[in-house]
Structures are given as structure tokens and as C-alpha cells.
């Protein structure tokens, strides 16, 4: 079901059919080592795991990292069972050329590339293509991300189970309806840079109020993982969870009347539209 969260869980209790796949990464910047890393964490072996790497100093850097095969991206279309396409927006178009021709039907192709909708793909694939369309998030990195997931033309439950099965390793998975993507890539994809550049901003504050930058950053962060951790757990709406550390005229009311007169609601809605919009942007000038 569209919107319901599945949370990750261990490779010992997932079937072991997936690993019977080989997976090819084509493609392997910051997000596709991000799913390398993760397969191979949750157990994956890595004789089952492909790489392509445009730079070949970034696939000697990532074979003896992971200890996984580097192969062209047409040898990687034929040998995997899988193909996770992770090169940028701007590349797919030229990638996709070039590996069609050698893509066997019925092979899954799951998407990484930002804004870019599955029909793009499906156009340049062989007929019939499963093509399933992903948006995570660098949290992925240590095993908290996020993970949206869309069926695109072909895809069956069973290939939505797969996409899933890749990346409950690195965090949680929810499948939303691939008219959502963009808003998805605006609020988690993007989102950890929001709190980063929060945290940054009171950081700088705390020493602003004369705390050294160590014990600021200290405080900081173990406060952001505790309410992260509270906003998870305690199963509580976020408005009861600030009302709870809101006293009537104490400190903490002070503080947020000046974030609402300075217009913070309004700043994040204008981001998440603007990062919406540039998502929409990029797919329109790959095409």
C-alpha cells in the first residue's frame, strides 16, 4: 500500500531469494556506493555485486574498498540480473543508449537518478523493461535512511518486493505513487542538508552565547537525536511533543515566537518548492 512504512530488518530474516541475483551498480558516486555498501552490510556476496565506474581510478578505489568486480556497462547489462542505475540525471540519457541494446528482456532496471520519471527510461530500454523508480537519502550511509519507491511501466509486486529487499539494509522503505517523487525528493531526499544546515545555525548560536564550539556542537547534536529519536518512538504528534517543552511565558515560548516572526514555516515551504521545481526542471532537460 502507497504511504505505509516498511522498516528495515536483518538479512538472516529476509529470503534468501534476492541474493540469487546478481545486482550491477552502474554508476558509482556518492548514492550508488551508498546501495554497494549496504548490500554487502546486509550480507550480500560480493561475487553477486557488479560495478561501472566512468573514472577508473574510482573503480580501482571501490574494488579493493568493497572487493566487488569492475566491468563495463555493457557487460554489466548482460551479466546482472538487476541493474541499479546510479550515474547523474544528465548522464542517464547516454548510458541508457548504450546499454539497451545488450539488456535482455525482463531485467529489473531500479532508478536512483533525481527527478528523472521511469518513462524516461522505458523510452530508451528494450519493450517491456520492469523499471522501478527510487529516491534515498546519505543517512543510507549509516543504515537511517529513507527510501521511496514507485513502480514504473512493467514492474510487478514482485519487482516492488526486490527494490524493497535492496534497500531495508541501509534503513526504511515506503512506496509512494511516482507522481509523488519529486515532492519526495524535496523533503527526504534533500532533507538532511535542512537539518544539517540547522544544527550548523545553533551551533554558531550557542557560541554567539559564549559556549566553546565543542560543548555547543555536543549539545546540539545529542539533542537533534534525541527529539529525532522521540519523534519515532514516542508516537506522538510533533505539535504535543513542542507543546511538552513549551511552558506559558517561559524560555522556549520566547524563542519560538522569533522563529515564527522571522518566518520559518514560510522559508521551509518556499525550499521544498524550490527543491520540487529543480527536480522537475532536471527531468525536463534530460529529455
Excluded at 544546515?197 to 556542537?217: K, S, T
Aim: hydrophobic share 45%; glycine share 10%; charged share 20%.
Amino acid at each position: 500500500m502507497p504511504g505505509a512504512a516498511r522498516p528495515r530488518h536483518s538479512f538472516c530474516e529476509r529470503s534468501f531469494a534476492l541474493t540469487k541475483h546478481t545486482v550491477a551498480v552502474l554508476g558509482t558516486g556518492k548514492m550508488g556506493e551508498v546501495v554497494l555498501a549496504g548490500l554487502l552490510r546486509s550480507g550480500w556476496p560480493a561475487d553477486r555485486l557488479l560495478i561501472t565506474a566512468r573514472r577508473p581510478e574510482r573503480g580501482a578505489e571501490l574494488s579493493g574498498k568493497y572487493g566487488v568486480a569492475v566491468v563495463g556497462n555493457v557487460e554489466a547489462a548482460a551479466r546482472a540480473d538487476i541493474l541499479a542505475i546510479g550515474v547523474k540525471p544528465q548522464d542517464a540519457g547516454k548510458l541508457l543508449d548504450e546499454i539497451g541494446p545488450a539488456l535482455p528482456a525482463g531485467k529489473l532496471v531500479v532508478s536512483l537518478c533525481a527527478g528523472l520519471p521511469t518513462g524516461f527510461f522505458a523510452a530508451r530500454l528494450p519493450e517491456g523493461t520492469p523499471v522501478i523508480r527510487v529516491m534515498t537519502n546519505t543517512p543510507a550511509l549509516v543504515d537511517q535512511g529513507m527510501t521511496a519507491i514507485s513502480a514504473g511501466p512493467h514492474a510487478t509486486e514482485e519487482h516492488l518486493a526486490l527494490a524493497e529487499e535492496m534497500f531495508r539494509p541501509v534503513g526504511s522503505t515506503v512506496r509512494v505513487p511516482e507522481s509523488q517523487q519529486d515532492a519526495v525528493t524535496a523533503l527526504s531526499g534533500s532533507g538532511p542538508a535542512y537539518f544539517y544546515l540547522l544544527v550548523e545555525a545553533m551551533i554558531d548560536a550557542g557560541v554567539l552565547l559564549g559556549l566553546p564550539r565543542p560543548v555547543a556542537h555536543e549539545l546540539i547534536v545529542q539533542t537533534a537525536i534525541g527529539s529525532a529519536t522521540m519523534l519515532r518512538d514516542a508516537g506522538e504528534h510533533p505539535v504535543k511533543l513542542r507543546e511538552a517543552v513549551t511552558s506559558p511565558a517561559g524560555t522556549t515560548a520566547a524563542a519560538l515566537r522569533q522563529l515564527e516572526i522571522h518566518g520559518v514555516r514560510a522559508a521551509m515551504s518556499a525550499a521544498l518548492e524550490a527543491a520540487r521545481d529543480r527536480a522537475r526542471e532536471i527531468a525536463a532537460q534530460a529529455v
